[in-house]
């Protein structure tokens, strides 16, 4: 499959005195890097665990209720592909440091919060910050690591975008069992903050990137990034994903809060620990990637994601939250090896490139949001998981048909 080629990589100007990250990442990168995955999604799907309550507090209906998870994701994909333009011309860190501060403002503003539609607009801000961290980040992994380091380091990070998803949700849902849900915002706004300083202070400079400040070759390697197969590829398959990732564990959370469970914010949060077997699963497909190939493993893991969807009718709350383990794990193992077939494949305008797949993977997920809305509210959890084995189906067919594995070259003789 054809890379994209718009400028050639500058080397680092010192590249002997600088220590071989591509021969072994050290211990302190790979906590760093995970730690800006924590710090991206923190904030994201926080709500999730309070769903229930704020349908009550705010007097909202389900739709509504499920549009204000949307929204951040809404945003997230309108300022992608900007923030890549952004990120090729300005830099990789001082971006990243700036945005996870800029989450911590709206998250804060949610203590006034009175309606459905000013949480709405306050996480549609919220949104506005998260490209800073996932797609400038996504650039940096491609440009500063090669081989198996570098699918290495891409499944650390997204081990700690997950951990920052189950974060998010566990500390607001616990808290808001102590205190007010508004509050409860404000404790977490308040963890942003330090991100800011932390990552500040031990995520390395970038040492391979090299500027683009012509707005003429932004916009041709848009157009070049647009017509690449691969990227086409993995942006339906990222759309399915986030779609089928949103609407199951947004509606999932009225599902358990209602009978027979009757589950109260604690309870849904602690649902949500099936993420940490994400975090331990998602950097050992690393390893299976580099043997499988990304195809393959996308092909099994959007199967299993699909057989933990399918078995979240199961009558009781414990088969409930093991099928949940199961989709969530496959759901993770699919963005790793997705990831990892665009940095593959995509050699320049990687950080252009990571915003367009951002772009249709949260499109995805305000679609699953949007649409499993009226998907719950006609058919229940059984209309909902219907309506997300059918996307799955449309994913596993993307793969299959547009993903082939690289092409092996001949063996001279």
């Known amino acids: 499959m054809p890379a994209v080629c718009i400028a050639p990589m500058s080397a680092s100007p010192n590249p002997v005195a600088l220590p071989d990250w591509n021969d072994r990442p050290d211990p302190l990168l790979l906590l760093t890097m995970a730690l800006v995955g924590v710090f991206a999604f923190l904030q994201v799907y926080s709500v999730q665990s309070i769903l229930p309550e704020l349908q009550r507090d705010l007097n909202a209906t389900v739709v509504q209720i499920g549009s204000a998870v949307g929204a951040t994701v809404l945003a997230v994909a309108l ?63 491609g440009e500063e690591f090669r081989g198996a380091a570098m699918a290495r380091v891409m499944a650390v990070y997204v081990a700690g975008n997950v951990l920052g998803g189950f974060l998010g949700r566990f500390v607001l849902g616990h808290l808001t069992e102590w205190m007010s849900w508004r509050a409860a915002f404000g404790v977490l706004g308040g963890l942003n903050l330090a991100g800011a300083v932390l990552v500040g202070r031990v995520l390395p400079a970038s040492r391979h990137f090299v500027p683009n400040l012509r707005l003429g070759g932004a916009l041709r390697t848009l157009g070049e990034l647009l017509r690449h197969p691969g990227l086409q590829a993995a942006c339906a398959l990222g759309l399915t994903v986030l779609f089928v990732q949103v609407g199951m564990f947004t509606y999932v959370n009225f599902h ?43 092909l099994l893991s959007v199967g299993l994601s699909a057989l933990g969807v399918g078995l979240t009718l199961l009558p009781t709350a414990g088969g409930v939250v093991v099928a949940l383990a199961l989709a969530a794990c496959g759901t993770f193992i699919t963005q790793s090896a997705t990831l990892s077939f665009l940095a593959y494949r995509i050699t320049q305008g990687r950080s252009l490139a990571s915003g367009l797949y951002y772009t249709a993977y949260y499109l995805g997920g305000f679609g699953g949001a949007w649409v499993g809305g009226f998907a719950y509210a006609r058919g229940g959890w059984p209309g909902t998981v219907a309506l997300l084995l059918g996307v799955q189906a449309l994913g596993w067919a993307i793969a299959w048909r547009f993903m082939p594995p690289p092409r092996v070259p001949p063996v001279a003789g």
């Open 79 to 141: 300022v992608s592909p900007l923030m890549g333009m952004a990120s090729d011309a300005l830099g990789r860190k001082a971006m990243v440091v700036a945005s996870v501060c800029a989450l911590a403002l709206p998250t804060m503003a949610m203590i006034q919060v009175e309606s459905v539609h000013g949480l709405t607009v306050l996480r549609f801000l919220q949104g506005l910050a998260v490209p800073g961290v996932t797609v400038v980040t996504i650039a940096y992994i």
């Open 256 to 298: 358990l809060a209602g009978a027979p469970y009757h589950f109260g914010p604690a309870a849904l949060a602690n649902v949500f620990a099936v993420y940490l077997i994400g975090v331990v699963v998602t950097p050992l497909a690393g390893r299976w990637i580099a043997r499988l190939g990304a195809r393959r493993t996308i």
